[in-house]
């Protein structure tokens, strides 16, 4: 048995493998009347797209989806939403030598150790190609947050850092991030950036990323103190993302270095409006919004699928040695920044709908 729905009022569910002929969603719990187009979807499928520069995957797809169900004379219905995007691209070949071996670092050997079967084209349903689903889905939960919160609800991602190279975050400016390949929100680190991950793919190896997220014009309130904490739910969904291996809540893992005095985040009123001084708690208190914007963070490792020959062993328990030509991204943080958006975006429109249910 395997799990493939996400959320509790707004939920999708996805299906698909990365070499079959399509894969797609079905989207629950969307509320009716919300304008929403196949081109509003799309801007968010292109931010995903691969093959769009050098320094990802050179798989050429379109990414295009068509929605099946759920939306009549443009609006939504209130029943589900079926999505699907065809696969165009396919290179199965790439895998017919390696297809009786385990490649270390993903899921192969797991997956087979629990089913028994997997498919070796790509991984299969383990690939990442199944996060264009997500995609989707978290574009969806966009337009309904906009329509629901306002003007003033935005969520940006951006790679703060690509293997052994940070950016300057005081410089984080939104207009940049979509101004370069690395959706890197410091300018000046680009041409660096650059430089550093040609090197990184022409040695035939791959690195990791962290990628941080901003959700701002979220209201206070949503969430739970025990089981149904919103940071649980949002940290939840990023390790769900494949290659995530960490993922931090504002301040995270680097408030076990701060003072009791360094880490509160100071409260006051000012013109009858509440203000914090900082935001360490990253826009979570208690498991429940505090009404500051929403910092989240997480690291990606390293693409698994490199040239380097490594050691593994074949389906057959015995000692062999694999080297993983093909199509692979050198970085696959960089297209991950869409998709943390998309599952943020959905445990927030998750959220709002449970407080509207909870609370007058």
Known sequence: ???????????????????????????????PNIPISE????????????????????RKESDKVNILSGVFEGKTTGTPISIIIHNEDKKSRDYESIKNKFRPGHADYTYFKKYGIRDFRGGGRQSARETACRVAA???????????IGKKFNIVGAVTQLGLMSCDKMNWNDSEIRKNPFFCPDKQSVKLWEKYLLAVRKSGSSCGAVIELRASGI?????????????TDIAAALMSINAVKGVNIGSGMNAAFLSGEEN??????????????????GGILGGISSGQDIIASFAVKPTSSI???RETIDKKGK?????????????????????????????????LLMHRAQCS
Not at 15 to 22: Q, T
Not at 42 to 57: E, L, N
Not at 138 to 148: E, R, Y
Not at 264 to 281: L, M, P, Q, Y
Request: glycine residues 10%; aromatic residues 6%; hydrophobic residues 35%.
């Open 319 to 351: 000692n062999t040695k694999i080297s993983v030509k093909g199509r692979h991204d050198p970085c696959v943080g960089i297209r991950a920044v869409p998709i943390g958006e998309a599952m943020i975006s959905c445990v927030i429109l998750d959220h």
């Open 219 to 231: 209201p206070v309130g949503l969430g739970a103190p025990i089981y149904s904490k919103l940071d």
């Open 138 to 148: 978290g574009a969806v939960a966009k337009i309904v947050l906009k329509k629901t």
């Open 264 to 281: 509160s985040d100071e409260i006051r009123k000012n013109a009858g409006k509440v203000k914090f001084k900082t935001n360490h708690a």
């Open 39 to 58: 081109k509003d979807i799309q801007k968010d499928m292109d931010k995903r797209r691969p093959g769009q520069s050098k320094f990802t995957t050179q």
């Open 1 to 31: 048995m395997s799990f493939n729905t996400f959320g509790k009022i707004f939920r999708f569910t996805t299906w698909g493998e990365s070499h079959g002929p399509a894969i797609g969603c079905v989207i629950d719990g969307c509320p």
């Open 307 to 309: 040239l380097t020959s």
